[in-house]
């Protein structure tokens, strides 16, 4: 028996992806150095020193390697076996930690131990993985077999994304979003990714000019009917492939665009709500006539995004002026250029900007950054530790940094497309969709692209959860794909 363990370990050893592990292993050590260099105060301190987060951050690597060596002795079985169990004992952790977490800064969100500090939203993420992927390859599953598996599916993300939100932390949950591109990989329509893209289109719009009015509404509800009337005639010619309907309403759009324009002309005053929902309305009743001749479901997809935009529309200034804290409120307009507030919720981002513009390319070398020494960016070796990499390694450094993540992210990609199986091809992607969110919000909100979410950088940023949490996620998925031999044999 004790043999056959031994022949085991080292078959799954042998058939590891290493060009995987020795890019996690670059990724964690230059994340340790990088730690170092955000937060060296000029007294010398030694890398390892355990009083310093370099020090602190080396141990939790050592301690995420034990784990991840551990993963990859235990069955490959068990991680499908007990998914559901698993995404039961972690959605009750979620559950739990509403309740009996500290309130540090304002969130509900880590419980700790004496000295250690845990926030079970990271575990949350592989559990949420596997209970997916175990989803998927239930007996004779697919997407598109029946409506109800859709909310099957949902109701897997959704639960933790509104136990994290219970807890008031908004970053940790959208993380969860991001596994709706799994789905889109496993069937679900394109129109999905359709509609989500213009409902940020529509809130970023409606948002960012909601001071000056156009007929008497704001130029960015006005700019977003126009966006509606355009991308619903534009599905009439090419998705439902009627060039007629399509013509006709476009027609109808122009037409009344002039009478609207001649009204004003004549001072007569027009209702923009009014007027917009009322020929909309009006393309909706000629197309729902004029469809019947045809293959419907393709035109009721169409009328029914136009409805469900519109009231996307009105629902966006409710949504950004009461749901949204008003902390939350002012990250979305410093990112989007509505306020500069340098000195309140912009700091940090502009901090950062300084920082990695006074990089130039070649940087000002390791330990030289002066933004970075003098403590100017705030959370500088957690969530904003790629402004020290801009500052002291410049854009070939952080150029080079973001090539790794690529390659790291196309192996994972690899693996993915290898698996014979739905188990562990809906785990891959989870870990890539996982992955790709993280380090896009990240950067993004480092060079003011994104709001401030607090989203660390997956491997980089300080933080043992953080650094377990996806330690756990990649092992995981390389001890399936070190399997899948053995598998199919």
């Known amino acids: 028996m004790e043999s056959r363990n031994i022949d085991a370990g080292t078959s799954v050893f042998r058939s590891l992806d290493w060009i995987t592990i020795v890019l996690y292993l670059l990724l964690v050590t230059m994340g340790a150095v990088s730690i170092y260099a955000a937060s060296y105060d000029f007294d010398n301190a030694s890398l390892f020193d355990l ?48 309740f009996i977490a500290p309130n540090i800064k304002g969130s509900h969100s880590w419980l700790v131990f004496g000295p250690v500090s845990l926030q079970p939203a990271e575990f949350g993420k592989f559990a949420t993985a596997l209970a997916l992927a175990k989803l998927f390859d239930s007996y004779n599953f697919s997407l598109n077999a029946k409506i109800s ?11 933790p994304i509104i136990l994290i939100l219970l807890q008031r932390e908004t970053g940790s949950a959208l993380v969860y979003v991001s596994l709706i591109f799994v789905l889109y990989r496993e069937g679900m329509s394109g129109l999905v ?5 213009c409902a940020i289109t529509f809130f970023v719009v409606a948002v960012k000019f909601a001071e000056p009015l156009i007929l008497g509404i704001p130029a960015g509800e006005f700019s977003v009917f126009l966006i509606i009337l355009l991308i619903y005639s534009l599905m009439l010619l090419f998705y439902c492939r009627d060039i007629i309907i399509a013509r006709n309403v476009i027609i109808g759009f ?9 009204l004003s002309l004549c ?10 929902i009322s020929i909309l309305l009006a393309a909706m009743i000629y197309t729902a006539i004029a469809m019947f001749r045809h293959k419907i479901t393709k035109f009721l997809v169409t009328i029914g995004f136009a409805v469900v935009s519109m009231t996307f529309l009105f629902s966006v200034n409710y949504v950004f002026g ?13 990112a989007l250029g509505i306020e500069d507030n340098i000195r309140g919720a912009g700091y940090n981002v502009n901090q950062s900007k300084i920082a990695i513009g006074s990089g130039g390319i070649a940087g000002k070398g390791f330990l030289n950054g002066t933004q970075t020494k003098l403590k100017y960016v705030p959370e500088q ?14 854009f070939i450094g952080a150029s080079a940094v973001l090539i790794i993540y690529l390659a790291f992210i196309l192996r994972i990609i690899h693996i993915a497309e290898r698996q014979r199986s739905p188990f562990e091809r809906v785990y891959a992607y989870c870990v890539v969709s996982i992955l790709i969110f993280h380090l896009a919000i990240n950067v993004g909100m480092v060079i003011g692209l994104c709001p401030v979410i607090g989203i660390p950088l997956p491997f980089f940023s300080y933080g043992g959860s953080s650094l377990w949490g996806f330690t756990i996620l990649l092992f995981i998925l390389l001890r399936l794909d070190a399997a899948r031999k053995e598998r199919h044999d």
């Open 51 to 98: 009083k310093e987060f370099s020090g602190k951050q080396i141990m939790w690597i050592g301690l995420s390697i034990i784990v991840g060596v551990a993963i990859l002795l235990l069955d490959y079985r068990i991680y499908k076996t007990y998914a559901y169990p698993i995404y039961g004992i972690v959605v009750l952790i979620l559950l739990l930690t509403i």
């Open 149 to 159: 598996n859709y909310f099957r599916a949902l109701i897997i993300i959704f639960i």
């Open 193 to 197: 990714l359709f509609s989500i893209l």
């Open 254 to 262: 122009i037409a009344s665009g002039v009478i609207v324009t001649i």
């Open 267 to 276: 001072g007569i005053g027009i209702n923009g709500t009014v007027f917009f």
């Open 322 to 334: 009461n749901v949204l804290e008003p902390h939350q409120q002012m990250r979305i307009k410093v």
């Open 381 to 394: 070796h957690t969530d904003f530790i790629f402004c020290t990499i801009g500052e002291e390694e410049g």
